[in-house]
């Protein structure tokens, strides 16, 4: 058992950076081990309604073209109140077989694997440049990845920003090179209250948000049939934009006319299209519904969409050197699209190739209980230093 690899997963388990808390902890935790090891590393502060948030960036090597960024996120998905718990989700604890705790495949053992790897690795033997990028608030949008990537190049100083990127999420070491995107939004529907005895003096806005469904639903019927022969192979499933009712809120009591429902939509549109070409046509569809209830034939409510919140989908080249490593390494021999968003669409825009493969398991992320398997736990740090010394030269020290 190797004893660093496991106190550095403790502690990552233990801190709570479910994503609507600070990762100030955590972060500060993991940049005192990387410095301790030889790596700058540079922060980036943000405050997020009142909550410090803080990505980090860990570089070493020489000031050379061509190096790789290691990427992964620090935050998790919510436990409290998950039902199906019988552990502390916050304790990492290992059987024969599985290691437990919150974050353990989503993806904390990964980053800790990061550390552990950065402890054995000779860093004056680097030849081109390795960064760990260490992201806040994947799991609420990629939102910390948006905002560490225009700052990268500052952050990385003389080094010459990476034009590849490992991002280590949970596929059981299957390699994606792609993923969808996610676009999220609301529509709210306003009528106009009253009693409902009167309801020709009111518009019931929960009867016109029925309108709004069958609209988007009939639309969402129209976009499975769009399915495009350029994924099929990518998207097995579903090589179309999927399209979800995410929730439904209105109405105050039986007796009144509902004044407001508002519906949450998400869709998840391909890559290489136009990620809001779906938004636009369903704000005009919706325009164009008779906003009148089927109760009062003389006033309309209004109904509005949300500004979009998106996901950029991603489409990264194939064969490049590090699919060629990472094929090598894991054996494996084909790359497909990953059924799930992550921080690598953020990577796109900033013009870095990204590759999603990493040691947890996607069944076990989210999940209560959450686990990774224990050779999947043990071997990691190994496979990282692989990949490093192939794709940036670097020795590995002996083992302590
Ligand atoms: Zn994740």
Known sequence: ????????????????????????????????????????????????AGVPKINLSACAGPAEPGGLIISGHVDTVPFTGQPGWTRDPLRLEIDDSRVYGRGTSDMKVFLAQCVDAAARLEVATLKRPLVFLFTADEEIGCLGAER?????????????????????????YQVFHAHKGVVLFTITVRGLGGHSSVPEQGVNAI??????????????????????????????????????????????AANMIAEECTV???????????????????????????????????????IELSDPFVVPPLLSPRETPLEGVLF???????????????????????????????????????????????????????????????????GTLEKK
């Not at 990774?372 to 496979?383: D, P």
Request: proline share 6%; with cysteine; charged share 20%.
């Open 148 to 172: 560490v990537l225009p700052a990268l190049p500052e952050l990385l100083g003389a080094i010459p920003q990476p034009r590849l990127a490992w991002i280590g999420e949970p596929t059981s």
């Open 264 to 302: 949450q939509v998400s869709y998840r549109p391909l890559p290489q299209a136009d990620p809001l070409e779906a938004y636009r046509e369903l704000a005009r569809r919706l325009q164009a519904i008779d906003a009148r209830d089927y109760g009062s034939p003389h006033h309309r409510a209004t």
């Open 1 to 48: 058992m190797n004893s660093y690899l496991h106190e550095v997963a403790g502690r990552l388990v233990s801190f709570d950076t479910v994503s609507s808390k600070s990762n100030a902890e955590a972060m500060a935790y993991l940049s005192a081990q990387l410095n301790d090891h030889g790596f700058r590393v540079s922060l980036q502060r943000s405050e997020i």
């Open 328 to 394: 090598a390494i894991l054996q494996r021999h084909t790359s497909g699209g990953a059924p799930f968003a992550t921080d690598g669409g953020q990577f796109a825009r900033a013009g870095i190739a990204s590759l999603i493969c990493g040691p947890g398991d996607l069944e076990q992320a989210h999940q209560p209980d959450e686990s990774i398997r224990r050779e999947a736990f043990e071997n990691g740090t190994e496979v990282i230093l692989s990949v490093v010394n192939r794709m940036c030269g670097a």
């Open 207 to 252: 009867a016109v948000a029925g309108k709004v469904i069958e609209t988007v639903g009939r639309y969402q019927a129209e976009l499975r049939s769009q399915h495009s022969a350029a994924f099929a192979e990518l998207f097995p499933e579903s090589s179309y934009a999927t399209l979800n009712f995410g929730g439904i809120r209105g109405g105050t």
